[in-house]
């Protein structure tokens, strides 16, 4: 928890006066998250994220009560996905963890792209590209390359499991 205690400590002025790049977090007045920010504990460490339309929360359990079996794992609590939580949730990986479990949701065109590019997954899983979203997506092809960001962050040699 070591992030997690320095981010707690920051103050707003001294995040205004810091002017470091990175990631802005909608929502929390000048936290920045840089891109890949669990670089420097997740060595070796296997890193996983979900996103879709429904089925998301259930295939993160899944899939960490699976990788529990053999590794000491890591996922976002109750449903943190948005660009907000996860972000957050990506900061209680210490360096205990080997593999780590991260939810994604979105409600617009460039959240997936800002959550994938913060934690840098080896594996990317789409469960359902459904209707929702279609008010601000417009089409079920605008939420696909919606929920296709995901790929922004994808690791080179990485993988994209995607569920019809």
Do not use: W
Request: proline residues 2%.
């Amino acid at each position: 928890m070591i992030l997690s205690t320095a981010a707690c400590k920051l103050t707003r002025s001294a995040l205004r006066k810091s002017g470091r790049g990175g990631t802005a977090i909608p929502g929390i007045v000048g936290l920045r998250l840089s891109p890949g920010v669990l670089t420097a504990v997740s060595r070796g460490m296997k890193i996983i994220v979900v996103t879709g339309t429904n089925g998301k929360t259930t295939t993160k359990e899944f899939l960490c009560a699976v990788l529990g079996q053999r590794f000491k794992s890591y996922k976002t609590e109750a449903n943190y996905n948005s660009t907000v939580g996860m972000p957050l949730a990506a900061l209680g990986v210490t360096f205990a963890h080997e593999a780590a479990v991260f939810e994604m949701g979105m409600g617009d065109f460039g959240e997936i792209s800002l959550l994938s590019q913060t934690v840098r997954p080896q594996i990317a899983v789409i469960t359902k590209i459904g209707s929702s979203h279609l008010q601000k997506l417009g089409t079920r092809q605008g939420i696909a390359r919606a929920k296709l960001e995901i790929l922004d962050g994808l690791q080179s040699g990485g993988v994209l499991i995607c569920d019809g």
